[in-house]
């Protein structure tokens, strides 16, 4: 009878952790899909991605506020995806692990945690990249453009790519939050009650397709900066 009772607390206490990476996990696709229609704009030249970035920056402490609220989804997403997992793992390490909801363990749950691990790390070297950096110093300067004064972010940007190392790291990691996004988007109406398990074909094909467009959108902006860097000439066109 206890122990009913104790896997009955676990099992709700899951599903309220599972809730929160899912409803966490969801701010995170808005912040990412925000984030990719900005930097799309790196094809449209210096000006227009340099205004999106002012207008950004414009936005004072309402840009805090949203950095707050993403830095707090993102570590919550984290702190819970990896409880869960430890608690998942303990499930199956003793008798609750026959057939049980938290003994369950799927492929997708483990390269999960792998594309997720990948992302953080990309996280950290990203924003030390960018957010952090000097954007008017001479690493923004892009030689032989704008009369070698500088390009602000936008050159920041550029001048970042021409080192195929970066490029590679970026397309890994782009492929990592595309596959990581998939997933997650396939099984988080699930979790939250919106669709049943048989509902979600249209769901999968949906995800997927947004994991794909993730992955290919983030990847093709190093990818075509190295090009002209190192095909066409150099500068921006
Ligand atoms: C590969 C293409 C990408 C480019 C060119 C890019 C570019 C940038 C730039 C220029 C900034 C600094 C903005 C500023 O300080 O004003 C930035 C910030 C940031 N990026 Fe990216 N990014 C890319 C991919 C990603 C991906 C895939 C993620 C998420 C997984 C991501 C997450 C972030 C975060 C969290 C910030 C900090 C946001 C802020 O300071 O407001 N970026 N990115």
Redesign the pocket.
């Known amino acids: 009878m206890s122990d009913e009772f104790s896997l009955r607390n676990r099992l709700s206490s899951t599903v309220v952790k599972e809730l929160t990476v899912g409803l966490t996990g969801l701010m995170l696709v808005l912040?990412?899909g925000a984030?990719l229609a900005g930097?799309i704009l790196?094809y449209a030249g210096p000006a227009s991605y340099n205004a999106y970035?002012a207008k950004?920056?414009a936005m004072g402490p309402l840009?805090w506020f949203m950095?707050l609220g993403?830095l707090a989804a993102f570590v919550t997403h984290i702190g819970m995806a990896i409880n869960l997992d430890i608690v998942n793992r303990q499930a199956r390490a003793n008798r609750y692990a026959v057939n049980t909801y938290l003994g369950r363990k799927t492929v997708a749950t483990r390269t999960m945690l792998a594309s997720g691990i990948i992302?953080f790390l990309?996280?950290l070297v990203?924003?030390y990249d960018?957010?952090l950096s000097d954007k008017t110093g001479p690493a923004s300067i892009v030689p032989g453009a704008n009369n070698n004064q500088s390009l602000g972010?936008f050159g920041?940007?550029w001048n970042s790519f021409r080192d195929p190392v970066r490029v590679l790291f970026?397309v890994t990691?782009?492929c990592a939050?595309g596959f990581h996004l998939s997933h997650a988007v396939a099984s988080v109406w699930v979790t939250v009650g919106v669709l049943r398990d048989e509902d979600t074909p249209v769901a999968d094909l949906v995800a997927r397709l947004l994991g794909l467009a993730v992955a290919v959108g983030?990847?093709s902006?190093?990818i075509y900066v190295f090009v002209q860097i190192h095909f066409f000439g150099g500068g921006p066109t």
């Open positions: 912040f990412v984030h930097n790196i970035a950004l920056q840009l950095r993403l992302i990309f996280v990203h924003l960018f957010a972010l920041l940007v970026y990691a782009s939050v983030f990847s902006i190093p």
